[in-house]
């Protein structure tokens, strides 16, 4: 049973940075895709970072390439989303999400009912 809790979510100025964590305290993450996605009211989940693989494969959207890190700590079975850079264009609710470790390996990776388990969000909030 996957079990997701994120945190870590706040507000910052433009240009700062925040750490998202998400704990599974069901499986052991590195047996599944994890994915951080990102919503904002009236529009669709979008997918920005994936990580699979044993915390060796990694994805990201164009929109935060280059400014966000996923990472994985199997001993903690905590996934991180480093976002440095933030702009306002960042701000969203956040959320965590676990699918078959297959889903990363393909082009369903941002395909939400492929995933298993979900948390709750935490909301990020980014002023100019």
């Known amino acids: 049973q996957v079990q997701l809790e994120e945190s870590g979510g706040g507000a910052v100025q433009a240009g700062g940075s925040l750490r998202l964590s998400c704990v599974n305290s069901g499986y052991t993450s590195v047996h599944y895709c994890m994915g951080w996605f990102r919503q904002v009211p009236g529009k669709e989940r979008e997918g920005i970072a994936h990580i699979w693989n044993r915390g060796s494969s990694t994805n990201y959207a164009d929109s935060v390439k280059g400014r966000f890190t996923i990472s994985q700590d199997n001993a903690k079975n905590t996934v991180y989303l480093q976002m440095d850079s933030l702009k306002p264009e960042d701000t969203a609710m956040y959320y965590c999400?676990?699918?078959?470790?297959?889903?990363?390996?393909?082009?369903?990776?941002?395909?939400?009912?492929?995933?298993?388990?979900w948390g709750q969000g935490t909301q990020v909030s980014v002023s100019s």
């Open positions: 999400a676990a699918a078959p470790s297959l889903v990363c390996w393909s082009s369903d990776r941002d395909d939400l009912k492929r995933y298993l388990g």
